[in-house]
């Protein structure tokens, strides 16, 4: 079995060099990229050196800045199409061949990225442990009813070739075994190991002060309630429905405030939709947030109007967080929302049951924080009793995946 260059086994894992590719980071805020950030700040805190790869989305951009402790480089041209996808993996390429040596392990954080075919063959060529991230998309129609489409033959292929592929949920390792991949070489992780935000009255308070500050539409009233939908201005996040369910009662509670979150192609089209109703001083579209800590902390309520958004980091952070939310229920809801019941559930794509549920809430916000308080309880002790990988031993042989040897004990031994 090959060892890591430059590593000997009395070396410390501390200060050791993990590099990552991301198709989108930093000052993007979606929900991926937050999952991500949090999981480079853990790596961060356990004494390794992070370095992400991602597109230069703008030309205005920075080629290489500094995100918390994570250097992050730029590369030109950005996968918009084909022809600059194939510029974009061959300045992969260059970087790589001249760079690649100084990191341990590479960290592909979704095998269907535009650049993982790129980061597995310099891997191959260089004996570097490479990990691969792979998820089923719940937005998907295919998905609604707990099922899931077929993996590309590309995407297999690269599943196959990894040291270790990560899963976070029972229906995505299913999926890679039925399609011939054995369970050796994959590895659960959950999604659900997030930082609790600080809900006290006086951060909550101080939240709603320094938005205020930061615009003066911002400026919430002790009294007024304020929901927030904390994703994109796009159909993905069922934003029509969400204003369909509201729109009602905003005339009836004239102390309640709608946020939402993000942009999107049709900004000017659900403004158009408020301004006819007058509701565009109520409903608000304050952009995107780099950071969404004071954004939900001063929240009262979080809407996830469409099945699976928010799935990877901020249903999980609201959750633990203890925050108030309701999403759709769908088949494979539990596993992705573990002891959450029906008080916190809408019935997918109907906006009267939506706005019944919220309706609810004004009437008796207690009852459903309530809830979840019991959901935040019930998800941390699930997560107490499954089994968590160590962290990095200074004794441990860090080096490729040996013969025999499976994904789980490779990523115990090499990742965590």
């Known amino acids: 079995m090959l060892r890591l260059s430059g590593y000997n086994k009395s070396d410390s894992p501390r200060g050791r060099h993990i590099l990552f590719v991301a198709d989108r980071y930093w000052p993007f805020t979606s929900d991926a990229t937050l999952r991500l950030q949090s999981q480079l700040r853990l790596w961060n805190q356990r004494g390794w050196r992070t370095t992400l790869i991602t597109p230069r989305w703008h030309r205005t951009w920075a080629t ?26 061959r300045s992969v390429s260059q970087w790589l061949s001249k760079n690649l040596i100084q990191y341990d392990a590479i960290w592909c ?117 304020l929901i927030v939908v904390p994703g994109e201005l796009s159909e993905r996040w069922a934003i029509s429905l969400v204003l369909d369910a509201v729109a009602p009662l905003l005339d009836r ?49 979080c809407l996830f109007p469409a099945i699976g958004c928010g799935r990877y980091w901020l249903l999980p952070t609201c959750l633990v ?38 309706g609810d809430w004004l009437k008796n916000p207690a009852e459903l924080q309530l809830t979840a308080r019991k959901a935040s309880g019930a998800i941390r002790s699930l997560e107490q009793t499954k089994s968590t990988a160590a962290l990095p031993d200074d004794s441990l042989d860090y080096r490729e995946k040996g013969h025999g040897e499976s994904a789980q004990q490779f990523w115990d031994r090499l990742l965590l």
């Open 253 to 301: 509670h004239p102390n309640l405030h709608v946020w939402l979150h993000g942009e999107g192609s049709r900004r000017e089209r659900y403004y158009e939709w408020l301004k006819e109703r007058s509701l565009h001083r109520i409903v608000l579209m304050p952009g995107i947030f780099s950071c969404l800590e004071p954004l939900l902390q001063a929240a009262d309520l």
């Open 321 to 358: 967080s203890e925050i108030p939310l309701l999403t759709p229920q769908f088949a494979g809801l539990e596993q992705y929302l573990p002891g959450v019941g029906s008080a916190l559930t809408f019935q997918s794509g109907c906006h009267q049951d939506l706005q019944s549920k919220i």
């Open 109 to 225: 954080d979704d095998v269907q990225g535009k650049a993982t075919e790129s980061f597995a063959a310099a891997a191959k060529s260089t004996g570097k442990p490479w990990v691969a991230r792979f998820e089923l998309d719940t937005n998907e129609r295919t998905n609604a009813s707990g099922g899931s489409s077929r993996p590309s033959d590309t995407t297999l292929q690269l599943c196959a070739q990894a040291s270790a592929v990560v899963v976070s949920t029972a229906s995505a390792h299913q999926c890679l075994i039925q399609h011939g991949m054995s369970g050796q070489n994959i590895v659960r992780q959950s999604d659900w190991r997030v930082a609790s935000l600080d809900r006290s009255t006086s951060a909550r308070t101080a939240a709603r002060h320094a938005l205020g500050t930061i615009n003066a539409e911002f400026a919430l009233k002790p009294q007024e309630k």
């Open 64 to 89: 290489q800045i500094h995100v918390e402790n994570t250097s992050v480089i730029r590369l030109d041209h950005p996968p918009t199409d084909s022809l600059r996808s194939s510029r974009y993996r």
